[in-house]
């Protein structure tokens, strides 16, 4: 299973306290007792704040070993993932800049502008509407449907539904939520959590039931949660391959982060393994699928 | 060298079987003081009486031996190589089917497969030895051309990739890491030639009596690139005996679905990633 929008506490770049950083790491244990091993932290910022371009270590505020110590929780894998809130698209000039700085690349476009010149323009995996309160512009198939081909999806965080207390904001998601899922034809869509408090994860059951009662087949639900795989192989292979042609290391969901380095560059000193001596066989064990 | 008067003499060969009746025709064509005839006598040639043929009969087709000869060239020859390697290997294993189907009541003799394997000519994974060795050379070359000592800093990461990219695989060492088809899982040989949509690898025999007749035998296997993921291993240069450390790469069949040559001048793109698996 996948989460691919756990909300990093801050919108900018400010130190997390301590409880911030607990109650992170409670949502991410929540999600990992919950069966879903690859998650996604999302660090949701205006595009009118600066981005630290001069020093590189600090474009990534998540940094993944202080929050949480993967090592002690066997198959889950941490993914870091930016959301860019747009409304002009031309001011995001530097943003090819940082994309190798994180796993995934998202935008939240607020106009219709915002969202066609974003899909057009910009090497993006993942776009997220405000689906919570009211769209102030309309989804056409035609704009959506440029995006699912190329591979783009599009999100929809099932957090506000059980959390908000307002009956208004509630209406608006599921109003808006059938938009979407009518404006992408039910293809091309992930689920996600977008959870602050680890009470309100849900696991694969309920989400299933849930969506249920708005309609949709189980099957489409199934290849909704299915696609948060190909969102995280696309922002992958961006930082890890040349062009999706040929990526380092040999792993064959080509997910695997481990080996990054921690600040970003693109150096392949993780990616480096030692050779058994006296036994050249040792890279001839056959590899079977689970 | 063309022969002095080369069309004339061949249009005349047609008509005059003997070589003086030509000569002499020409002759007298070309002197001022003969007949300087300006035309060339041609003579109907003999054709034999058109017998009622009956309707199953058909002409044995002329082949001329200079559009043979025009025809073959490299590529083509690979090709009826490989096909027949490749039929050469069916039979091979067929013949191991049949007698593994035998029921005999005294003990079968065991199944001559050495011998069977040099008669039918099916190549051999250690043949193509000499070729890995040749390729990983070139990689090393290709992909880290700056590192000339072990203190050396490697580059960086998407400048090798992008070298790689359009690297030449033949002679490469490759696994199938993962593939739609469960069959090809695993398999592992040195590419013999890279074509638009295969690898066409050269595996190794197992030895192993309970194996399947088909990897008895071994010799070429023909895998699609298409939703097909490739491993390879590359050794970093000029290490020294105790830190003797390597690069893992995965090719991803589905975006070289090209030929070498072309791939070197391609400019790659990223897609929609649902296809690569």
Redesign the interface.
Known sequence: MYDLNVPWPRNNYEKLTDEQVVGLRNVIVTLYSLKVYKVAINFEIDESIRLPVNSPQEINPIKVPEIIDVAKFPGLSVYTRLTVVVNDSSKLVSFNKFQNYFDLVAIKPVSEKALQLSIINLNIDLISVALSSRLNFYLKHKIVGQAIKKGVKFEICYDSLISSSSSMSRKHLISNLIQLIRATRSNGVVIAGGCTDAINVRSLNNIVNFFETLGLKRNKINQFIENSRYVLMNGRLRINSYKQVIALDDDDELLDNSKDDPMGNSVVNGYKKQKRKGDADEQTVKRTKI | MLEKNELERHLLSRCFSDREKIDELLETRYTFTGAQKPSLVLLPTKTEESKAKSLLHSEPTYIDEQLKKRKTNTRLEARTYLKTVKKNQDSLVRKIQEYNRLKLKTPKKPFPLSKLIVKFQIPTYEEFLPMNRLWNDYAQSLAFPEIKSPEDK?P???M???R??TAEYSGCLL?V??SRN?NL??L?GIVVYDTQYTFIICVERDEDEDATPAKQVGGFRFVPKKFT?F?F?L??PNQTEQD?????????GS??DTRAVDRSTKK???????N?L
Do not use: W
Not at chain 2, 268 to 274: L, R
């Open positions: 490697l960086n990461k998407q090798i990739l992008a790689l990219a696994t890491l993962d469960p899982l695993g592992k993921l491993t291993d050794e970093l003797d450390k390597y690069l893992s790469f995965t090719l991803i975006r070289i790659f793109k990223s897609h929609n990633v649902e690569i």
